[in-house]
């Protein structure tokens, strides 16, 4: 089977799971360009995103990335709370600003990391049928840090998510899920350069 039946294949059969995960496609790709702008109803799209993508993951037993999803939908609302925060101190609704990591900062989060992912592993190892523990783990750790750097306005955002994607991709080529995810974390890999670029161009360090 070449390449063009087989994308041909994904979309004429699909299934539910494979046209909610279109769904997310969309949505992801709303919240992307939201994302580079830093406009605060990312959040809010970013929280209906989860909410499919937990379904997905738990029905394709990647846990953990499934645990991060419920996750996230709290993060939102923290997100967007300091956002429009940040909007009403100073800063106009349409400015880039960003800042990078201070020193403390930065041990604290890789304490965090190197905790956050012993933690998940041993969950996922002793306590579910995960087929991937340990690169599962990883990818939830790191979406985990990833979410608080992100509502700090921390540029290194853009290279966590970069790792998290290239990680991905090859989890989900491994446990079939729909191209449409596959595809979309490609994207995502492209956007993650984007996004550090479009911050460093257009945005203001604070």
Known sequence: ??????????????????????????????????EFHQKPLMWVISAMCSMIYASVYFHSKIYADMAFSC???????????????SGASGHK?????????????LMAVLGASALIWTAMFCILR??????????????????????????QKI???????????????Y?????????????LYGFYLCASVYGWIKWKVKGQLC
């Open 93 to 105: 609704s349409d400015e880039i600003v960003y800042r990078h990591f201070r020193m403390r900062e």
């Open 126 to 151: 002793f306590l579910t049928d995960s087929p991937v523990p340990a690169l599962d783990a990883l990818t939830t750790m790191l979406n985990i840090v990833g979410t608080w750097v992100l509502a």
């Open 71 to 85: 996750f996230n939908i709290c993060m939102c609302v923290y997100g967007f709370v300091k956002w429009m925060r």
């Open 1 to 34: 089977m070449n390449m063009w039946q087989y994308i041909c294949d994904q979309f004429t059969g699909m299934d539910f799971w494979d046209a909610i995960q279109t769904a997310g496609l969309i949505l992801s790709f709303i919240y992307l360009w939201l």
């Open 155 to 169: 540029i290194e955002v853009w290279g966590i998510w970069l790792l998290v994607n290239a990680i991905s991709i």
């Open 171 to 183: 989890i989900y080529c491994r446990r079939g899920l729909h191209i449409t995810t596959i595809l």
